[in-house]
């Protein structure tokens, strides 16, 4: 029984002694409770929705105000036409479209039926069926009224849904994208977190220390070959999904390899300050770990973005990952192009910029 207690006491003042490691330990259950308890939420509101109202009728805008008052749907504006509607779902403004016919009202008037188009974007199951079960209890609620109204008359308004990108709604069609991301980021944050730690611990940080390598050099150096294997994953990843789970892919891929360049960057950064953090490399992988599960909890990768509480977004959009989600899925599942992907392109291009310079300011050409 001593020999067991003095091991006992021996491993909780090792233990002490490694503050990052109880720190985590401390952080990891109120994080994890947090997330799951406060921002994970599959109920999905404020989805952005558009209108095409061919009728401009009182009968269409009541519709429209009564989708709003739901809460479930933000009107981002009106659009006249198709192709405004696609411009609008590629490039993440819209995931929903409502179409009123011309003659809605005469239509109602006239006691003939009348049809309303629901058109939602199916990269994301989640949202399709939220979209379509809230839309529908609408649509027949105020179908019933006024056929009650009419003395038992047939319902007069129909809903025709429509799914774009994913009209199978395909699980696979949506996780197999966003694998790339979550991938990407285990791999690159993990081994760009370990690099300089390794070459503290097996003591050939000495050798950098004398050499005329500049910290921005060793930095670069650090992180060249990381990027070869990430695309190489990206490459694997994409081939495996087209063979094996038939995953579409619609538009450039050129562009997705261009913007991915941005991505993998932003997070070897980030696994350069981490490295430049921990003082071994179990420390260096769990802070990778730490910083793996936030990501996959609030990026969209898992839950929908808008069923998360609006503080839970704005800390979302400081995770490269959320806005690579956006790129990986409008490029190759809607066709997305530059010119739609701008804003996620400014804010992984300033993420990158925020990593990049907290690494080189932590970096030192020392071994303490």
């Given amino acids: 029984m001593n020999r067991f207690l003095a091991i006992a006491l021996k491993e909780l003042r090792q233990l002490r002694r490694d503050r990052l490691t109880l720190a985590m330990m401390a952080m990891l259950p109120v994080v994890q409770l947090l997330l799951f308890g406060y921002a994970i939420n599959s109920d999905v509101r404020h989805v952005p929705t558009v209108v095409w109202d061919q009728d401009h009728s009182a009968a269409s ?22 192709p405004e509607i696609e411009r609008g779902m590629r490039s993440g403004r819209a995931r929903v479209a409502l179409v009123v016919p011309p003659g809605y009202e005469a239509s109602l008037a006239a006691q003939r039926p009348s049809t309303l188009q629901l058109v939602v974007d199916g990269t994301d199951p989640q949202i399709v069926a939220s979209a379509l079960n809230t839309v529908s209890s609408l649509v027949a609620l105020r179908s ?4 009650d109204a009419r003395l038992g ?14 009209p199978d709604q395909r699980t696979a069609v949506f996780i197999v994208p966003g694998l ?4 990407l980021t285990m791999t690159m944050v993990m081994l760009t977190a370990m ?38 994953q990206v490459t694997l ?30 997070n070897l950064a980030l696994g350069l300050v981490f490295s430049t953090l921990a003082r071994t490399q179990q420390q260096a992988m769990q802070m990778s770990f730490f910083f793996l599960l936030p990501n996959i909890l609030l990026s969209g990768f898992a839950f929908p973005f808008e069923g998360m509480p609006e503080a839970a977004q704005w800390l979302a959009q400081a995770l490269p990952l959320t806005h690579f989600l956006r790129i990986v899925r409008g490029v190759a599942l809607k066709g997305s192009t530059l010119s739609d992907l701008m804003p ?22 020392k071994l303490g």
């Fill in 180 to 183: 790339i991301g979550v991938i």
């Fill in 195 to 232: 690099a300089i730690v390794r070459e503290r611990e097996r003591g050939t940080l000495e050798a950098l220390i004398v050499s005329p390598v500049r910290s921005i050099e060793l930095m670069l150096g650090k992180i060249l070959p990381y990027v070869a294997i990430g695309y190489v």
């Fill in 237 to 266: 990843i994409l081939g495996v999904g087209r063979v094996v789970f038939d995953v579409p892919f619609v538009g450039s891929v050129g562009l997705l390899y261009l913007l991915t360049f941005l991505f993998i960057a932003a």
């Fill in 61 to 82: 805008r009541e519709i429209v105000q009564t989708l709003e008052a739901t809460g479930f749907y933000d009107i981002e504006g009106r659009v006249f036409g198709y």
């Fill in 344 to 365: 996620e392109l400014y804010w992984l291009g300033g993420i990158l910029c925020v990593f990049v310079g907290l690494a080189s300011l932590r970096f030192r050409k």
């Fill in 153 to 166: 008359s047939a319902p007069p308004i129909r809903l025709e849904p429509t799914i774009w990108y994913n």
């Fill in 144 to 147: 019933a009224a006024i056929a």
